[in-house]
């Protein structure tokens, strides 16, 4: 009888517990530990799935929406202001103690078509560029603490790209480099005090020509009092290229200016078959690489943020954007079970806590020195 108990008691639990069961803590517990935000993307059309709202509230401190911030959503027509969605996701993480990141303000792609085809004079597009980032900013004040302000502006070369703030035709900067950038984060910080300013980009995690040329924007905007916060780097990678080389002497510089640097929409594609589904070696080569990056930045006090585009592999843009050759590259799998990279990725946390039972304190301080700018 007793034995029988016991086992139903189990068998109880562990559908209790669900796929979590026998872990000893979770992302989120495991990062708080350092001091660490850990975050995801997110789309709040999901957030009445209960399996979606449940595992994102246990294994996250932070979210940044996938989409619902960009210029597409939040102003659809000239000047007509859209804030549902992006209110959606400040509800849940005001509902589940988690910040959010907020992204973007600006980008030269993925804008609306109205915006892209209007034909509009550089006067009137700096008139539009300063209207759109002090509306959002201003509606998300003390509600999202950081901002993804300029995102993807840079080559891989470290030049500017052609866009239409930029030179295309550009709000009236166009042979001033990064002018229109420096003017961005003016404007957002006239209408957020507050939010910690970021600026966003891929591929620029190690030491070449692009992050060359975003360290350098970094400390000319520190040396003319532009007010910028951090560096986001996204690390999107994949499972058949090495690492960047570098990325922790790349962090550790940007450190010294004085900003922080969070690691913003981390995701390792694989190869999938046609289910979706990658194989075991696979899944433990994207293992070491999670881990590599979670450790150097868990290690690092600069490094204030640990985020991964999503969470679940149900939901990842990348099958779509590679026809179906890639994939399985978060943290769970489509059925929200932890896959060999969740657990490296706590382990790296703890590891970091290990060899420096000061780094919660340090990231602190760290975050203290930026904030007080
Ligand atoms: O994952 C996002 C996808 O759903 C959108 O269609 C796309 C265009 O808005 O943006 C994707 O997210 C990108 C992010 O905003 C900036 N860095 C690269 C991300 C992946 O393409």
Same mark, same amino acid.
Request: with cysteine; charged share 25%; aromatic share 10%.
């Given at each position: 009888?007793?034995?029988?108990? @016991? ?31 850990? $975050? ?9 799935? +209960? ?21 597409? !959503? ?25 910040? !959010?990141?907020? @992204? ?7 804008? #609306? ?6 034909? *509009? ?20 004040? $003390?509600?999202? *603490? ?10 891989? &070369?470290?030049?500017? /790209? @052609? ?5 295309? +035709?550009?709000? %009236? ?37 692009? /992050? ?14 532009? +007010? ?7 690390? @999107? ?6 690492? +960047? ?30 289910? %979706? ?15 590599? !990056? ?15 585009? $999503? ?7 990348? #099958? ?22 969740? &657990?490296?990725?706590?382990?790296? *946390? ?15 301080? *760290? ?7």
């Amino acid at each position: 009888m007793k034995i029988k108990w @016991h086992l139903s008691a189990l068998v109880i639990l562990s559908i209790l517990a669900g796929s979590m069961a026998g872990r000893a803590e979770t992302l989120r517990q495991a990062a708080e530990r350092i001091g660490l935000l850990v $975050g995801t993307a997110v789309n709040p059309a999901l957030f009445s799935n +209960p399996e979606y709202a449940r595992t994102l509230a246990r294994e996250f401190n932070m979210v940044e929406p996938e989409n619902v911030m960009k210029w597409r !959503v939040t102003e659809p027509a000239k000047g007509k202001f859209n804030f549902g969605p992006g209110d959606q996701v400040v509800a849940f993480a005001g509902a589940h103690g988690m910040k !959010v990141r907020g @992204h973007n303000l600006l980008w030269g792609k993925f804008n #609306p078509e109205w915006l892209t085809r209007g034909q *509009f004079t550089p006067r009137e597009l700096r008139q539009m560029m300063k209207q759109h980032i002090q509306t959002v900013a201003r509606h998300y004040r $003390g509600e999202v *603490f950081a901002w993804d302000v300029v995102n993807e502006a840079f080559d891989s &070369d470290g030049r500017l /790209s @052609h866009s239409i703030w930029l030179d295309r +035709p550009g709000i %009236g900067l166009a042979r001033q480099g990064t002018a229109y950038i420096a003017q961005a984060f003016r404007w957002a910080h006239q209408a957020d005090p507050h939010a910690l300013l970021f600026y966003n980009d891929y591929a620029a995690e190690g030491i070449d020509a692009k /992050s060359n040329a975003i360290y350098a924007m970094v400390k000319k905007f520190k040396q003319e009092g532009i +007010p910028i916060d951090g560096v986001g780097l996204q690390l @999107h990678v994949v499972s058949s290229r090495a690492l +960047p080389r570098g990325m922790a002497a790349n962090i550790r510089r940007l450190a010294k200016l004085g900003v922080e640097v969070q690691i913003t929409e981390m995701d390792v594609a694989l190869p999938i078959d046609s289910n %979706g589904t990658a194989s075991a070696s696979e899944l433990s080569r994207q293992a070491k690489i999670y881990a590599k !990056v979670a450790r150097t930045c868990a290690a690092i006090p600069a490094c204030t943020a640990f985020q991964t585009w $999503g969470f679940t592999d149900r939901y990842s843009w990348l #099958p779509a954007y590679t026809m179906g050759k890639k994939g399985a590259a978060l943290l769970l799998n489509a059925d929200y079970r932890p896959k060999p990279a969740y &657990d490296a990725v706590i382990d790296a *946390f703890r590891q970091a806590l290990q060899r420096d039972r000061q780094i919660k304190e340090r990231r602190i301080r *760290f975050e203290q020195s930026v904030s007080e700018r």
